[in-house]
């Protein structure tokens, strides 16, 4: 559940419409420039940049930057082994950092990202960043900049940190539908691509298109006592009413549907598209994924013996309770690996974790 900082009406409201504003799948650089304006006025801040990455020891990366553009971004390659954030971030994901918090004023400011900073304008006189487990080995960097010498507060972090998993969240689903310019091209796009299944609704129960890919596991997931008159089936349907019903922070984690189904687990994930006009609509993108799936060696790289063995377990499909009896430890111990694993994965829940396995599983 995200821990929701003191904030006054005026506040909370502009919280909410950030949160919907990068939560309507344009394009991630649209998404953030919609974003933008609200979150500098929220913590406050003058400039923002995102940059996606793959893990530490991999010098690749790409900075979008919403708005004026920063020079100091554009020339990073040539100051990326002296910026102070890089380790500290990597160390601690989803945990907001703060300049003041890893050395004084003067060391700051004669650390090479601020001196070149004076010379690049505008100079970063205080810097806030966390980093977004995206998908294993997969990484989103958020950084908030002023140009005036106020430092971030703890309350400024503690707003940002509560937008981390909705930020995360967001990132993966643009991931998910990569390369999209508009609604109208994600739409066309959705129905072009031969090996995905995607259903597109207009709510309440308005269809609007399915993949030939959707048509088939529809037809293999529920009989005709399971549609809805639209021809919807009813538990996506319900899903679906309950999510437009649900605020930001109550639909974290529910935009899932799954369900088990002999040796396979089948899902659907719910992602609301933007509308420039009218009620939004609605992609659901289904798949199957295999219940017992081997651990992808690219995680785990990233994990302790003890905790592989765990890993295991989960994909397995075994309960906590059933991995804490085959291994001979308490289930206490075998929470807080699974609790760890997924920290260290960058992954939500279970259902997650399954997929991003089979993901990488997959020649």
């Not at 918090?101 to 690049?120: A, D, P």
């Not at 100079?123 to 106020?150: C, K, S, T």
């Not at 939004?280 to 295999?290: D, G, N, Q, S, V």
């Not at 994990?303 to 309770?321: I, K, Q, Y």
Request: hydrophobic share 40%; aromatic share 8%.
């Amino acid at each position: 559940m995200v821990r929701l900082p003191k904030l006054t009406a005026a506040e909370y409201m502009l919280r909410d419409r950030a949160i919907r504003a990068f939560n309507k799948p344009l394009t991630l650089r649209e998404a953030l420039e919609a974003l933008r304006p609200l979150l500098l006025e929220l913590v406050p801040a003058d400039s923002m940049g995102l940059c996606l990455m793959h893990d530490n020891r991999s010098p690749g990366f790409e900075w979008l930057v919403p708005g004026h553009p920063l020079l100091i971004l554009k020339r990073y390659a040539e100051l990326i082994e002296h910026d102070p954030f890089r380790a500290p971030i990597f160390a601690r994901p989803n945990w907001v950092v703060r300049d003041s918090q890893l050395m004084s004023r003067k060391t700051f400011k004669g650390s090479i990202i601020y001196q070149r900073s004076l010379e690049w304008e505008p100079r970063l006189e205080h810097i806030m960043a966390v980093l977004l487990p995206i998908r294993p080995g997969f990484f989103a960097a958020l950084a908030l900049y002023r140009h005036r010498p106020r430092a971030f507060s703890a309350e400024n972090a503690a707003i940002l940190g509560s937008l981390t998993e909705h930020l995360a969240d967001a990132i993966r689903k643009y991931c998910d539908l990569q390369d999209l310019d508009t609604r109208a091209n994600v739409l066309d796009e959705l129905c072009r691509r031969t090996n995905a299944a995607f259903l597109v609704v207009e709510p309440p129960h308005h269809e609007v298109q399915r993949t030939p890919n959707a048509v088939g596991l529809l037809e293999q997931w529920f009989a005709p006592s399971d549609l809805h008159s639209s021809g919807m089936p009813l538990p996506l349907k319900e899903q679906l009413d309950a999510l437009m019903r649900m605020t930001p922070d109550e639909r974290l984690g529910k935009d899932s549907w799954v369900r088990i189904h002999g040796d396979r687990f089948r899902k659907v994930q719910f992602m609301e598209l933007s509308a420039p006009e009218g009620p939004p609509r609605w992609a659901l993108k289904m798949e199957e994924i295999p219940r017992s799936i081997p651990l992808p060696e690219e995680m785990k790289r990233k994990l302790r013996p003890s905790e592989v063995v765990v890993a295991r377990g989960v994909l397995s499909n075994w309960t906590d309770h059933q991995i804490a009896g085959e291994l001979g430890r308490s289930h206490h111990t075998v929470k807080t690996h699974v609790k760890k694993i997924f920290a260290k994965l960058g992954v939500d829940h279970r259902a997650d974790f399954l997929y991003q396995a089979a993901h990488l599983n997959t020649p």
